[in-house]
């Protein structure tokens, strides 16, 4: 078998098969192909696709180029989420722990922040002592103590992956439908969990911008964790404005505390209740959405959802009253306030733009050698169809000097409109996808 004859066969629109994919795939992840022919690939589906049959046999040879982690050893059913990436995204530390308060076995692996969209492991870092590199061993046994875990990535998950996402992303193929949702959904294969719930987000601070390109990513991974035996089900989600109300790590885990008191955005509050209940019901701890729902919501009622996240916190070694009082985190000493410019509605709040500030002031990374500060980040005091006067405060930014919160307020007035005219704000959740 040749790479060259692999390559000529995509370029015609020919159907690759699983052997020819697995050579390709084993091949570049051992450094026996070149990146030339790789790319020449890459492309080759970029501009032909691949069909449903190409992209799951994709997946699985991705999925099987390096660890698999078998959690057959756990009780019940094992939820897995995935969020395509957003702006004040705090849903795992929400939702997590209110499906393992409702039953549901969450042994989860998660990634860092890179550019405009945190990570929930540097969020859960923000928490004295925790950690997130963790022996499988271990992992294991907190899950079976608490019912919840979630830590960093392992090294070598899913290595085929990493170099193919590298080499997509300076040749101009990442855009590649097929190879985007063969990236995420061998991952979370991997990861070995039953069912698996995505949350796609669409909007100005998603990757996919409109909700057609959603709905057209969302199908095809549900339709990939059915052809390998995972029921799968993605909720397509507004990402056009941060969620929540605040940006940056610390911030994020206490606004998340905030949100299993019974508490907070009533945006996020919403959402996170909904991809609770999706958990729930894939876990089978529910026999309807309807019962779902309302287990969510008791969870969060009684107080068992935020117990579980301390719990979980004092296993991995945090301290555990950082969230039964989370005033307790460092806030990042600078703060500017940020005044509205005229009186009238805030018309656009970019949610692209909130990132890029927060990374401008010291929360988020532009490399993977960045460094971040875990009290550094954004409060909206306003958000997106609210009501301003000239001068009132909107947000207030935090770093560790003034220099670094004037770059910051720079990069957030770029992100915001104020206008005569209260602009229409859509649901949170505009579709769901399942298979059937």
């Known amino acids: 078998m040749r790479m060259y004859d692999i390559i000529h066969k995509k370029r015609g629109g020919g159907e690759l098969t699983r052997e020819e994919l697995r050579f390709f795939v084993q091949g570049f992840t051992r450094g026996e192909i070149p990146d030339y022919q790789a790319s020449a690939l890459l492309m080759a589906i970029f501009f032909r696709g691949m069909t449903r049959r190409e992209t799951g046999d994709l997946t699985l040879e991705m999925a099987g180029s390096g660890d698999r982690v078998d959690l057959s050893a756990l009780p019940g059913v094992k939820v897995d989420k995935h969020s395509t990436g957003g702006v004040g995204d705090k849903t795992s530390l929400i939702i997590g722990p209110i499906a393992a308060a409702c039953g549901v076995t969450i042994a989860k692996m998660s990634g860092r922040g890179l550019g405009h969209t945190g990570g929930t492991v540097d969020k859960l870092e923000s928490i004295p002592g925790l950690r997130t590199d963790i022996p499988r061993q271990e992992f294991f046994d907190i899950v079976k103590r608490t019912g919840l875990s979630i830590i960093g990535q392992s090294g070598n998950l899913c290595p085929a992956d990493k170099k193919l996402y590298a080499l997509r992303d300076v040749t101009a193929t990442v855009e590649s439908l097929p190879l985007i949702a063969s990236s995420i959904m061998s991952k979370k294969i991997a990861a070995g969990a039953d069912a698996i719930l995505l949350d796609v987000k669409v909007g100005s601070g998603a990757f996919m911008k409109t909700l057609e390109d959603s709905r057209a990513l969302a199908r095809e991974m549900v339709r990939i964790g059915s052809q390998v035996g995972r029921q799968t089900v993605a909720l397509i989600t507004d990402m056009d404005m941060p969620l929540g109300r605040k940006i940056g790590n610390a911030l994020e885990v206490q606004e998340a505390v905030e949100v299993l008191s019974g508490k907070g955005d009533h945006r996020l509050r919403s959402l996170c209740l909904e991809l609770s209940a999706n958990m729930v019901y894939l876990g089978r701890q529910a026999e309807t959405m309807e019962e779902a729902r309302a287990k969510a919501v008791e969870a ?128 949170m959740i505009l579709d769901r996808v399942a298979e059937g």
Do not use: H, W
Not at 306 to 320: I, N, P, V, Y
């Open 300 to 427: 969060v009622r009684s107080g068992g959802a935020l117990e579980k996240l301390r719990q979980m916190a004092e296993a991995q070694g945090g301290d555990g009253s950082y969230i039964t009082n989370p005033e307790r985190f460092t806030i990042s000493p600078a703060c500017v306030e940020i005044a509205a410019p005229q009186a009238g509605y805030i018309t656009r709040l970019d949610a692209e733009g909130c990132g890029l500030a927060a990374v401008e002031l010291g929360a988020g990374r532009e490399t993977k050698e960045s460094s971040i500060d875990f009290g550094a980040g954004i409060i909206l005091l306003k958000n997106k169809g609210d009501r301003v006067e000239q001068g009132q405060p909107i947000a207030r930014l935090y770093a560790q000097s003034e220099a670094l919160c004037r770059r910051g307020e720079e990069r957030f007035f770029q992100a915001l409109e104020v206008g005569p005219q209260a602009p229409q704000t859509g649901p």
